[in-house]
């Protein structure tokens, strides 16, 4: 990271920021986070491109918004969103990468109000104008309101002023749409893809680790047509909820499509406790030991879900069958991964189903791996 | 309140985890001189303490691999504020002979044992005495130089002389 002679300031030469009245700083390498990067002497917004130098310039300053670039910041992000939050009131936004979300949105919700550790996150990459435009709703709030609280309508033939608040709702609004499956509510196709590249060219960076796991329902099409699809729609968001709760947080869990389910499992190098984040092995194999520990919870779970619309013989019916590949033991690209996991997955149904194969361990059911 | 806290006293901000026995020691010693002193739990934390008192000697004392995180970043933001710091060396530092010489560069009084932090302590109090710290500062400043040239014209006159 660099001093203090990186940061740039658009209306005040370079350096120290002097106090300031309500403005945007932005902490980290930008370049990582916007879009349009380039252009940041057009806005309205502080640098800073170091953690250190940005705490500094943040509590010296009087900024209405701070944005800090989680990228780069693993290690030292909570105790630099500390420092801010006790020396600015400014509304912190994680501007995170797509495999960060996680840790972003845990971050934002853990906690009580006004006790958290960032405000809200974006996911990048994204635009400067997003985070500049906060500064005007978090001076004044929502701009539509007039003072007696009620909604303003524009006079007839002019137009609306752009509200940033309401444009940040329909941004999210979009992203939701674009990165969520509306059945399950779990990430769909596009976004797993995404959030496994970026987390496998992570781990190829710090040695980490990422498993990919793709299961699907056993027999999902008796149920469908025997049940009708109500049925087959409540058995799908079942094994969404359960598979997410059965996970750790960080890990991202998604529909790929029809009853066939993926999850992205990483090595979280955000945590505080102390460790590096990374799963120890299992004793039987080279996979790691935590994953292989939540597929076996789920399987469990998923067994014993009590489904209504199957009628009283509805539990303990279901079952899955899986397959799970690691990088970088079975593969070093994401369509690597997909293709060993998806033949493992092939391999446990030809053998029965209802079994999560180990990629490159043939007849390794992790049932029996301790 | 930064102006009128010019005159006082210097505060120590002390860097590290609260209960390591280092920042136990540290804020006994501080107590002894009767300075205010500040426990911080990491650098980060530190930078946003030395903000709040911008107009005030600040003192920052800390283990060396502590204060040294990155490359020396902490250091180098204390010294543009004109903060004074000092590290304790251990038995590792040794080996990362170029972090030393960055902190050499960058003012930071390297302290080897107790002793050399109450020494720095003594110092920076008596320097920064009643007249306040930015005076005393230049004065020390040349009365160092003084002494050095001093130094080196007895040198020339050995030689010359022999």
Known sequence: MGNGADTVSPRGGSGRASPRVRSTLLVGDIGRAFVDADSVRRYPCDVAASLLDGVDMAARGDFAVVGVVMDGAAGHLHATLKALRKGTRAHIVLLAQMHEEPIARRLVEEGREGSRLADEYMVCPTFLTRVCDRVASCASGPASSSPDGQAQTPPVGTLAPVDPTQLEQRLRHLEHLATTDDLTELKNRRYILEFARQALERGKASRGRVTLLLFDIDNFKHYNDVYGHLAGDEILRQAGILMRRCCRPHDVVGRIGGDEFAVVFWDDPYRIDGHTGQDRRSADTDHPAGVISVAKRFQKEFGNAELHLLGPDGRGVLTISGGLASFPRDGSTIQELFERADMALLEAKRDGKNRIYLVGEPQSDIANIR | ?162
């Open chain 2, 1 to 162: 309140m930064a102006a009128s806290e010019s005159h006082l006293h210097p505060r120590v901000i002390v860097v590290g985890d609260r209960h390591n026995g280092f920042v136990k020691e540290m804020v006994c010693l501080a107590g002894e001189y009767e300075l205010a002193v500040t426990p911080c739990d990491d650098v980060y934390s530190a930078v946003t303490e030395l903000a709040r008192h911008p107009d005030r000697s600040l003192l920052v004392i800390g283990q060396f691999r502590q204060l040294m995180r990155g490359k020396g970043d902490f250091l180098a933001l204390a010294q543009r504020h004109g903060t004074h710091c000092c590290c304790l060396l251990d038995e590792e530092s040794g080996m990362e002979r170029d972090k030393i010489l960055t902190a050499v560069r960058l003012g930071v009084r390297l302290a080897g044992e107790m002793a050399d932090i109450r020494e720095f302590l003594t110092g920076r109090l008596a320097a920064e005495g009643p007249r306040g710290p930015e005076t005393n500062e230049e004065d020390l400043f040349r009365e160092e130089l003084r002494a050095t040239e001093d130094e080196l014209k007895a040198l020339l006159r050995q030689e010359t002389d022999g």
